[in-house]
């Protein structure tokens, strides 16, 4: 079991009042599945998302991600056990613009301890893989949506995460775009035995994974395969 959710709530406190966005939410995810997360916009997709990427804290239950008690790692632990575990390619990019493809790829790796001597060979690979190898030196104002968002994959890969997270990583492509953008999650589902979780509005594309969980008003609707 990669994630074991028991019972969690996530409560945000905001100054004119509680939102109870995530509600009485259990799951249990094993290695190597391929989820997407479907439900109508401020359905908690985003916030389940930003639980398992350790990006937030729950409010209750229980969050285990890799064996390990959420509870019992510190907020100030969490970068690192974000690093160790789990890639996020996120809806709006977060790329430094004055950085090229290939370093920004690399970044994620400067913020290690350990400095990682074939990190330009890594992230060259990555972006060979996702099909950017001529792309490597452009800044990111010089490509298409599409391959920013490979370039986002890439850079998601690089610490070499069990776990893949993504938020509407289609969202703002065109229809042939969305399709090549998931049948790349797909193959890295296939071939690399990655878990990955992607929230998506697209019933076409959200079909095409392996489980679907149904998410509305903070609650699971509906979990098949
Ligand atoms: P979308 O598809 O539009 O991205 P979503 O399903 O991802 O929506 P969330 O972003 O998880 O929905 O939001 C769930 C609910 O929590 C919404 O009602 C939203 O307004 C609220 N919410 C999200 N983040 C916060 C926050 N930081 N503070 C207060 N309320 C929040």
């Known amino acids: 079991m990669v994630i074991e959710i028991a019972n969690v709530d996530k409560i945000y406190h905001s100054e004119a009042e509680k939102i109870h966005a995530l509600k009485d939410i259990s799951l249990k995810i094993e290695e190597g599945e391929f989820i997407s997360i479907m ?4 359905a908690g997709k985003t916030t389940l998302l930003n639980l398992l990427g350790c990006l937030d804290g729950i409010s209750n239950g229980k969050l285990k991600i890799m064996k390990k008690d959420l509870d019992l790692v510190k907020k100030k632990d969490f970068p690192k056990f974000r690093r160790d575990n789990i890639g996020i390619i996120f809806q709006d990019f977060l790329f430094v613009p004055t950085l090229t493809a290939l370093e920004n790829v690399m970044l994620p790796l400067h913020f290690k301890r350990k400095k990682d001597a074939n990190a330009e060979k890594k992230a060259k690979n990555l972006l060979t893989k996702v099909g950017l190898e001529k792309r490597i030196n452009h800044f990111p104002r010089e490509l298409s949506g599409g ?9 998601a890969l690089v610490n070499e995460p069990k776990i893949l997270l ?4 289609t969202g703002n492509l065109d229809t042939k775009n969305a399709q090549n953008i998931f049948d790349l999650l797909k193959e890295i589902n296939a071939k690399e035995k990655m878990t990955i979780l992607v929230a998506t509005h697209n019933k076409k594309l959200g079909k095409q ?8 008003d903070g609650s699971i609707k509906e979990d098949s395969v």
């Not at 391959?147 to 850079?155: G, K, L, N, S």
């Not at 994974?209 to 509305?216: T, Y």
């Open 209 to 216: 994974a392996k489980r679907h969980i149904h998410i509305e």
């Open 147 to 155: 391959e920013m968002q490979r370039v986002a994959i890439a850079r």
């Open 166 to 169: 993504a938020d509407e990583p």
């Open 39 to 42: 439900g109508h916009s401020g």
